[in-house]
């Protein structure tokens, strides 16, 4: 079955309301049903199943089976490479982090004034992003979102017991600092995650208000992993902005031990998964998908 949780989002909710509120319905899987769950998230909801699983490891509960990440934002303080390359030469059609995703990235964190005229993120091209929580007899995946505001309680629909549950988040730019997500997924797996504070190299500088963009809470990226993290498939593009961000978590990841997948495609953007025109985008869901399949569940 699918799970795709409603949770709130900034500038009126910085983190860590989105955290708290899949957690909440992370939790209610993994212990209370006693789900297997895969966890997947594209764009800010990669950052999102990021941190569930980080957080489900800190706190001794369930791992997810495994984890889909599409064009994850994992560094919110923009220090990868592919995010000056690709505004530099308006390679990305999507994204700028001089409009949206530095902005979006202090909403997040809760350094924006809730009302403000700061507080205002104007967006290029809207990829839009998603959440989904995934159980069925296979898993398997597709995303897809819109635009939406923030939401109140997490929420989550399924279908199915006894059968492996998947969970990705996702928000607008920034686990939600605009759009709110939805996703689509057939046949699922099962997953979760926590929170905390601190500075980084590379940062953005020094915390106004809430946490620091280049915490562990707020980029994942800097987190330190485990062997013992689940097996990862991760997405992107040659022209993703935030390529870097995959390119650096499947080298951190694999070199501590975990299976990952880096699917890079030729000449396109971030999560051009959400274009169901482009032939790449069905043949990237297919193949996350059968490393989904190929995971002991």
Request: aromatic share 8%; hydrophobic share 40%; net charge negative.
């Given at each position: 079955?699918?799970?795709?949780?409603?949770?709130?989002?900034?500038?009126?909710?910085?983190?860590?309301?989105?955290?708290?509120?899949?957690?909440?319905?992370?939790?209610?899987?993994?212990?209370?049903?006693?789900?297997?769950?895969?966890?997947?998230?594209?764009?800010?909801g990669g950052n999102l199943a990021l941190r569930l699983a980080l957080g489900a490891q800190e706190s001794g509960i369930p791992l997810p089976v495994c984890v889909a990440l599409l064009s994850p934002w994992c560094d919110l303080t923009h220090s990868g490479?592919?995010?000056?390359?690709?505004?530099?030469?308006?390679?990305?059609?999507?994204?700028?982090?001089?409009?949206?995703?530095?902005?979006?990235?202090?909403?997040?964190?809760?350094?924006?004034?809730?009302?403000?005229?700061?507080?205002?993120?104007?967006?290029?091209?809207?990829?839009?992003?998603?959440?989904?929580?995934?159980?069925?007899?296979?898993?398997s995946l597709g995303a897809k979102s819109g635009s939406g505001t923030n939401g109140a309680k997490p929420s989550g629909k399924s279908a199915n017991d006894n059968e492996p549950d998947s969970t990705g988040q996702s928000g607008s730019g920034t686990n939600g600092a605009d759009p709110e997500s939805s996703s689509q997924s057939a046949n699922g797996g099962e997953p979760d995650t926590v929170g905390g504070?601190?500075?980084?190299?590379?940062?953005?500088?020094?915390?106004?208000?809430?946490?620091?963009?280049?915490s562990v809470e707020i980029s994942p990226l800097f987190a330190d992993f485990s062997s013992s993290f689940p097996p990862t498939v991760i997405s992107s593009g040659t022209r993703d902005m935030l390529l870097s961000d995959s390119v650096r978590l499947a080298k951190k990841l694999r070199g501590v031990g975990v299976t990952v997948d880096?699917?890079?495609?030729?000449?396109?953007?971030?999560?051009?998964?959400?274009?169901?025109?482009?032939?790449?985008?069905?043949?990237?869901?297919?193949?996350?998908?059968?490393?989904?399949?190929?995971?002991p569940q």
């Open positions: 079955r699918l799970v795709a949780p409603t949770y709130r989002l900034a500038p009126e909710h910085p983190y860590p309301a989105a955290f708290q509120d899949a957690m909440a319905v992370y939790r209610a899987l993994v212990i209370e049903e006693q789900k297997k769950v895969i966890l997947i998230g594209q764009s800010a490479d592919s995010h000056s390359t690709m505004g530099k030469f308006n390679l990305d059609p999507t994204l700028s982090v001089e409009h949206f995703l530095g902005p979006a990235s202090l909403a997040y964190a809760g350094q924006l004034a809730k009302g403000g005229a700061d507080s205002e993120i104007s967006c290029e091209p809207d990829t839009g992003e998603s959440s989904s929580m995934d159980a069925a007899s296979e898993p504070s601190g500075n980084r190299p590379g940062d953005s500088g020094g915390q106004v208000h809430g946490f620091d963009v280049g880096l699917q890079v495609t030729e000449g396109l953007w971030h999560v051009f998964e959400w274009y169901p025109e482009l032939v790449e985008a069905e043949q990237s869901i297919a193949d996350i998908s059968a490393f989904l399949l190929r995971q």
